[in-house]
């Protein structure tokens, strides 16, 4: 069974940091790309990173370029998303995604499979 378990979110202040990781089991990375979304309240999914299946190809969403930063373990088993430099605007959920296809899609309904989403809320 495929399932991908989120973790690391909280509450940070503006200008902090905060490392999300997504841990997959039933499945490894080296044929899937990872992506990760996140949902504002109020607001529909934006797709934020990814990592395409062999790890040589990263993309970022422009309001997180700079700031963010996604990376796997040689074991293509943990994918994570590094965020620095935090805003308000980052506060959301984050969800963890897998597609079935070895390059990065924006496009959120692309993805296969999903975590159950770790909250991070930046505030003061």
């Known amino acids: 069974e495929v399932q991908l378990v989120e973790s690391g979110g909280g509450l940070v202040q503006p200008g902090g940091s905060l490392r999300l990781s997504c841990a997959a089991s039933?499945?490894?990375?080296?044929?899937?790309?990872m992506n990760w979304v996140r949902q504002a309240p109020g607001k529909g999914p934006e797709w934020v990173s990814g990592?395409?299946?062999?790890?040589?190809?990263?993309s970022y969403a422009d309001s997180v370029k700079g700031r963010f930063t996604i990376s796997t373990n040689g074991a293509r088993d943990t994918v994570w998303l590094q965020m620095d430099t935090v805003k308000p605007d980052d506060t959301a959920v984050y969800f963890c995604?897998?597609?079935?296809?070895?390059?990065?899609?924006?496009?959120?309904?692309?993805?296969?499979?999903w975590g159950q989403g770790t909250q991070v809320t930046v505030s003061s």
């Open positions: 995604s897998a597609r079935t296809r070895p390059g990065i899609s924006t496009l959120v309904n692309e993805y296969d499979y």
């Open positions: 990592i395409n299946s062999g790890g040589g190809s990263i």
């Open positions: 039933g499945f490894t990375f080296s044929s899937y790309a």
